[in-house]
């Protein structure tokens, strides 16, 4: 049997299977899904399959699959948003430098395996100029090259890109598949199974980092608290935490688009709570302390709020100046004694 590292996506898994069986894995696929929902996972997994020397690839044992895994090897390369060399500040988009860099390279071949892979993360951030310079690459690609291109904003990704792809779509796993993956082959406990899994919103590698590291529900716990706080505060406290986030941003960007999107979930579970089905809420151990402020908001309100939650990621992913996003989020906030 193949040892996938991905788990609960067997029409990705079974797919692939087939067409490694046959030979015919494609140049280039498009991997899609939300953060945290397994996608750098289903890449590696495919470049161990394209380098596996054991009997069924990817066979997770061989010193190619092991090698992969470890992040030694020198024929998986990763593509990403980096800083300018001129001006030292971060990007906004994948460059056409990096993909000529990347092109004088898949010219050379794989150096230790059988196949070359790159990873290209993320793939909506190929400019029209950057995904132009790669266009050749997609349409004749050297010999043993394989594009891993991943986007959580599918629909972002130019249509160019987007056709020249194969498309690999990873579906939320279900609360069970989730838990039973935590207690089966990760050892929790079955009751902080079931929690984390309704936490995970069908993301496992979410269910898996909060399983491992009690940092990640404390971590959210404080981002809830820091969400409370806002909603009861004053302007300036509220500017203040947009600093803050704002200046987070600017080093690391996901933990604070987790946070947006944890106070999303937050007030979409408002909204369940006020239209009488707290137990479709996602935030099952905040559910007291959300329907003690269910009856403050309208269900408006909560709308309007949950949409400019929304709005504001969006703004973030597109690059617009953080603190002016934020900002304007702290302004949209209705605040309910
Ligand atoms: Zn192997």
Request: proline fraction near 6%; hydrophobic fraction near 45%; charged fraction near 25%.
């Amino acid at each position: 049997m193949p040892h996938w590292s991905i788990l609960g996506q067997e029409h990705i898994t079974s797919h692939l299977g087939n067409s490694i069986a046959q030979g015919r894995l494609s140049h280039a696929y498009l991997i899609a899904g939300p953060p945290l929902s397994g996608k750098t996972t289903l890449a590696l997994d495919i470049a161990r399959a394209l380098n596996c020397t054991g009997a069924d690839p990817p066979c997770g044992g061989c010193v190619q699959c092991r090698r992969i895994t470890l992040g030694r090897h020198a024929d998986v390369q990763v593509v990403t948003l980096s800083p300018d060399p001129r001006t030292g500040r971060m990007r906004n988009a994948i460059a056409i430098e990096q993909v000529r860099e990347m092109e004088q390279r898949a010219a050379l071949g794989p150096f230790e395996g059988k196949s070359l892979a790159f990873v290209i993360d993320p793939a909506d951030k190929l400019n029209a100029e950057s995904a132009n310079a790669l266009l050749k690459t997609l349409e004749e690609p050297p010999p043993r090259v394989t594009l891993l291109l991943l986007t959580s904003l599918e629909q972002e990704v130019l249509p160019t890109i987007r056709s020249r792809c194969q498309a690999l779509e990873l579906k939320p796993l279900g609360q069970e598949v989730i838990a039973q993956a935590l207690t089966r082959e990760h050892n929790v406990a079955p009751e902080d199974a079931a929690l984390l899994a309704k936490l995970s919103g069908g993301k496992l590698g979410w269910a898996l980092a909060a399983a491992k590291d009690p940092k990640v529900l404390e971590g959210r716990q404080e981002r809830l608290e820091v969400l409370l706080e806002v909603l009861g505060s004053g302007l300036e406290r509220r500017f203040q935490v947009a600093q803050e986030m704002a200046a987070q941003f600017g080093r690391n960007r996901p933990p604070v688009l987790e946070a947006l999107a944890l106070w999303l979930s937050w007030w979409r579970d408002l909204l369940l709570v006020r239209a009488g089905a707290p137990q479709l809420a996602a935030n099952a151990d905040w559910q007291a302390s959300i329907a003690e402020r269910a009856a403050r908001y309208s269900a408006e309100e909560a709308r309007a709020v949950a949409r400019e939650v929304l709005a504001t990621m969006e703004r973030l992913e597109a690059n617009v100046n953080a603190r002016l996003a934020l900002d304007a989020l702290m302004l949209a906030m209705p605040r309910k004694k």
